[in-house]
């Protein structure tokens, strides 16, 4: 396999971000470090064509005597027995726009990729080789949070805050300054303000009990009911006068009868 990178970045940085397993790791799309792994341990999924793989594995990085560095990595399918091996070798040379990265290598796989189409296979290969290198290039202009042990804190300082100084009480006026104030004009009160302070006069003095159920007074004064018991005496006398009579009139009647 051969492939060429273009990256936007000097040929120093990317040497500097190869030789830092952490960057590397950051460097891959996708890949989920193990927690207490080494660096560039973990699971990864690749996408080729329409499906998608699971490998778990580890990737490592050593440098050459001639600059050059190698790349070696192995993995395994989550769900299944497939392998992937790879052996590449990265060189860099700087260019005018950046920096030139020459892949080399070979690469053998087994398992649910090797059914797959060749050509779906070496785009997805290459697709996340060029991500793999421009990650680098990323991750080597991350710069390295600082401590919070190295942030300077400012000195207190030590100046005494100026005291306030007392306000001075103003000075009273003299008697030939005084305007003399007039007194306010008092209205009287309207009839209904009038007939709520009688009221509430009338309560003071009185339980909580007497003035809850003290019916009101004044003009909100309940309105008596009109007496009907004259009507009712009434005409309880007039049904047994009118039967009275009644019965004088039959009597009457029959009596004249006879006498013809």
């Given at each position: ?26 460097a891959v799309p996708g890949l989920q470090q193990d927690a207490g ?165 009338t309560m003071i003095g009185r339980s909580a009990e007497e003035v ?49």
């Amino acid at each position: 396999m051969e492939h060429l990178v273009y990256v936007p970045a000097p040929a120093s940085r990317l040497r500097g971000a190869l030789a830092d397993p952490a960057r590397v790791a950051r460097a891959v799309p996708g890949l989920q470090q193990d927690a207490g792994a080494a660096p560039g341990t973990g699971r990864l999924k690749v996408r080729v064509g329409s499906h998608s793989i699971t490998y778990r594995g580890s990737l490592r990085v050593s440098a050459h005597d001639d600059g050059s560095y190698a790349v070696d990595g192995d993995a395994t399918e989550a769900r299944g027995t497939g392998t992937v091996k790879l052996a590449l070798t990265f060189r860099l040379a700087d260019t005018d726009e950046g920096c030139a990265v020459s892949v080399t290598g070979t690469a053998a796989a087994g398992g649910r990729v090797a059914e797959l189409p060749a050509e779906a296979v070496e785009s997805a290969a290459t697709r996340l080789l060029n991500r793999f290198v421009e990650g680098l290039g990323e991750a080597a202009e991350e710069p390295e949070p600082a401590s919070i042990f190295d942030t300077e804190v400012p000195p207190p300082s030590l100046e005494p805050e100026p005291e306030s100084e007392p306000e001075s009480e103003p000075e009273p006026e003299s008697e030939s300054q005084t305007e003399p104030v007039s007194e306010p004009v008092v209205e009287p009160l309207p009839e209904i303000f009038a007939e709520a302070a009688h009221a509430r006069r009338t309560m003071i003095g009185r339980s909580a009990e007497e003035v809850d159920h003290a019916p009101p007074r004044g003009r909100y004064a309940p309105v008596p009911a009109p007496q009907t018991v004259a009507g009712a005496s009434a005409l309880r006398w007039a049904a047994p006068a009118a039967a009275l009579a009644l019965a004088s009139a039959i009597v009457v009647t029959r009596a004249l009868r006879r006498r013809r």
